[in-house]
């Protein structure tokens, strides 16, 4: 059975993603690590929709930080601009403060701490990174349609366009 046409998500994804040079800081090889694999991971399965552009896709997006805001430029697959819009980053600094002293005290932890110890850092970390995806859903609704696997690793991303070194 097929889908009606308003349900088929096949042109909604994303097939390339691009950070904003001028937004990143220097960064270690952890925080390259994290942003390579968020990219591969987002690109191998996503869902985005961006409002009102109806079967136009697949997109490519690219992400910066202009000013206080966050910057999602979408265009079509041959470069044809769809929409930007432009977020507001004040939802986002205190669970990207926590996030990073988290992520921290975890790349301390798996050096030396134990077992125990690790996972329960990680979890941490995890509750922390999902509060950050819910809220990047919330401030994307009625903009760009994504579900949470999507919003988690492009909150992923958030985080290393505000990583300063």
């Given at each position: 059975?097929?889908?009606?046409?308003?349900?088929?998500?096949?042109?909604?994804?994303?097939?390339?993603?691009?950070?904003?040079?001028?937004?990143?800081?220097?960064?270690?090889p952890d925080i390259e690590h994290e942003r390579a694999i968020a990219?591969?991971?987002?690109?191998?399965?996503?869902?985005?929709?961006?409002?009102?552009?109806?079967?136009?896709?697949?997109?490519?997006l690219h992400l910066g930080i202009t000013g206080n805001r966050l910057?999602?430029?979408?265009?079509?697959?041959?470069?044809?601009?769809?929409?930007?819009?432009?977020?507001s980053l004040t939802p986002f600094r205190r669970i990207v403060k926590?996030?990073?002293?988290?992520?921290?005290?975890?790349?301390?932890?798996?050096?030396?701490?134990?077992?125990?110890?690790?996972?329960?850092?990680?979890?941490?970390?995890?509750?922390?990174?999902?509060?950050?995806?819910?809220?990047?859903?919330?401030?994307?609704?009625?903009?760009?349609?994504?579900?949470?696997?999507?919003?988690?690793?492009?909150?992923?991303?958030?985080?290393?366009?505000?990583?300063?070194?």
């Amino acid at each position: 059975m097929t889908k009606p046409p308003e349900q088929d998500d096949s042109n909604n994804r994303i097939v390339g993603v691009t950070l904003d040079e001028e937004s990143i800081g220097r960064s270690g090889p952890d925080i390259e690590h994290e942003r390579a694999i968020a990219i591969y991971d987002l690109i191998e399965q996503n869902l985005f929709a961006p409002e009102g552009a109806g079967e136009q896709g697949p997109f490519t997006l690219h992400l910066g930080i202009t000013g206080n805001r966050l910057m999602f430029d979408i265009r079509r697959e041959d470069g044809t601009p769809v929409v930007a819009h432009l977020l507001s980053l004040t939802p986002f600094r205190r669970i990207v403060k926590d996030y990073f002293m988290i992520c921290d005290s975890y790349y301390q932890a798996i050096r030396t701490a134990t077992p125990d110890k690790i996972e329960a850092i990680d979890m941490g970390r995890r509750g922390i990174h999902d509060e950050g995806s819910r809220t990047l859903q919330e401030r994307l609704k009625g903009k760009v349609r994504v579900d949470f696997e999507t919003s988690r690793r492009l909150f992923t991303l958030i985080t290393v366009l505000h990583w300063k070194g």
